[in-house]
């Protein structure tokens, strides 16, 4: 059963909506594992602000979700195949008398919230060290509206939107509309701010390798109720999902490991987490589609050239300072085309829609819309990001002066110190 349009959520029964709430909860939990994660890996007078990014996030994107962003992304066509129609702190999902909660419609609600929330939170890696939080708050609820919010509707809804319901791209969870669109915004911000003071590989070491591991095993624990959850339903294309989910992020790990003790000499604690993530990315568009084997493939392809891809970074000459670029938007660009290679329809795809990948039918049909789905995403997010990012600066200011950089922006912006140990 396939079920991501808001009627079907509504028509769920009690249990598939419990389901739904507590995959919800598992999401919403994601977004602090993202502050871990970013959090240890940036310098110790840098933490602060980089946790708060996140928690900045959950709270402007929290607010226009219910205010307005509902509605835009899963809402009747405004603008058919492009965009939904406003709907006004979630009246409709309130019943004629708005007094009578619909259960499916406002758990589904609220899942979607909290894809909406991490989406955001994600692109804070690229801009580590040197942002405005002022600024980054300004970012995020426009982005998010004139972003996020259509790509959902062109992604999930699978009524009406144009890459689901005219290309046909399967992206179960989000390889596109949360890890694409992420990573190119990403990248847009990071080539506006400029570099660090002093950019150069190996500038700086994570701070806090704990915290950052803690992240990871948060943003594991809550990917299980981030693509399972995607089902809205207790059924076996859930169950395949959740495998998937082990599967593909353990292999990742494996991949990434065997490529830095190439590359670099040595295995380390910080590539494991990564590895893990860039293995949950590219599962997530695909973690309904293939079979146990081909994931674990794919994690290991994933977590592979995602080690490599960070390091573009160097040779290109942008300070994307966490990898956002190199985890989200390469391991969601990985997974998004490894369906049109080894997808097949019958495990959990919609049997209703034409589907033949390279190795189950020998079709280029189908890989040719997951790249075309894809790129328009990351075309159209890394545009509007950079056009948003450059106004900002130019009016506001987005950077932080390169005095405040070196002196620290948590005591800069924050007037806080993430270790403020006295001795007595």
């Known amino acids: 059963m396939v079920l991501h349009t808001a009627a079907d959520y509504a028509t769920t029964g009690t249990v598939n909506a419990l389901w739904l709430l507590v995959a919800a909860a598992?999401?919403?939990?994601?977004?602090?594992?993202?502050?871990?994660?970013?959090?240890g890996m940036v310098r110790a007078?840098?933490?602060?602000?980089?946790?708060?990014?996140?928690?900045?996030?959950?709270?402007?994107?929290?607010?226009?979700?219910?205010?307005?962003g509902y509605g835009l992304a899963f809402g009747k066509p405004l603008i058919p195949h492009v965009l939904g129609t406003p709907d006004l702190f979630l009246s409709s999902l309130m019943g004629k008398d708005g007094m009578t909660p619909d259960l499916g419609g406002l758990a589904f609600a609220g899942f979607q919230a909290t894809f909406a929330i991490i989406?955001?939170?994600?692109?804070?890696?690229?801009?580590?060290?040197?942002?405005?939080?002022?600024?980054?708050?300004?970012?995020?609820?426009?982005?998010?509206?004139?972003?996020?919010?259509?790509?959902?509707?062109?992604?999930f809804n699978l009524q009406d939107g144009w890459i689901s319901t005219i290309l046909h791209v399967n992206d179960f969870a989000g390889g596109t509309a949360v890890h694409i669109n992420a990573g190119a915004a990403g990248l847009a911000l990071a080539l506006v701010l400029g570099k660090r003071v002093g950019f150069q590989k190996g500038m700086s070491k994570p701070h806090n390798v704990p915290l950052t591991l803690l992240g990871a095993a948060l943003l594991?624990?809550?990917?299980?109720?981030?693509?399972?959850?995607?089902e809205a339903a207790v059924d076996g294309v859930a169950a395949i999902a959740w495998i998937n989910t082990l599967a593909a992020p353990a292999a990742a790990t494996i991949g990434w490991l065997i490529v830095e003790k190439i590359k670099d000499g040595k295995p380390t604690s910080i590539g494991a987490a990564s590895g893990a993530v860039a293995g949950l990315v590219a599962i997530t568009p695909a973690c309904n589609i293939l079979t146990p084997g081909f994931a674990i493939l794919l994690g290991?392809?994933?977590?592979?050239?995602?080690?490599?891809?960070?390091?573009?970074?160097?040779?290109?000459?942008?300070?994307?300072?966490?990898?956002?670029?190199?985890?989200?938007l390469i391991g969601g660009l990985v997974g998004?085309?490894?369906?049109?290679?080894?997808?097949?329809?019958?495990?959990?795809?919609?049997?209703t829609k034409p589907f033949s990948s390279l190795w189950y039918g020998g079709s280029w049909v189908q890989l040719g819309a997951?790249?075309?789905?894809?790129?328009?995403?990351?075309?159209?997010?890394?545009?509007?990001?950079?056009?948003?990012?450059?106004?900002?600066?130019?009016?506001m200011g987005f950077r932080i002066k390169n005095e405040d950089e070196l002196a620290g922006v948590d005591t800069v912006v924050h007037g806080e110190e993430g270790y403020a140990l006295e001795t007595v």
């Open 220 to 230: 594991w624990f809550g990917w299980f109720g981030f693509n399972a959850g995607s």
């Open 336 to 351: 998004t085309l490894w369906i049109g290679i080894f997808g097949f329809t019958h495990i959990g795809g919609d049997a």
């Open 300 to 328: 290991l392809v994933a977590g592979a050239i995602c080690a490599v891809a960070i390091d573009l970074k160097f040779k290109l000459g942008f300070d994307d300072s966490l990898d956002v670029v190199g985890i989200h």
């Open 370 to 395: 997951q790249a075309l789905g894809a790129f328009s995403v990351l075309i159209y997010s890394f545009v509007l990001a950079y056009a948003i990012g450059w106004v900002i600066q130019k009016t």
């Open 45 to 68: 007078k840098s933490v602060v602000s980089m946790m708060m990014m996140s928690f900045g996030a959950m709270a402007i994107v929290g607010v226009l979700w219910v205010v307005y």
């Open 26 to 39: 598992l999401v919403l939990l994601m977004t602090p594992g993202v502050a871990f994660f970013y959090g």
């Open 119 to 155: 989406t955001v939170a994600l692109i804070s890696g690229a801009i580590a060290d040197r942002a405005k939080f002022g600024a980054w708050m300004v970012f995020a609820g426009i982005w998010v509206t004139v972003v996020y919010f259509p790509v959902a509707y062109w992604v």
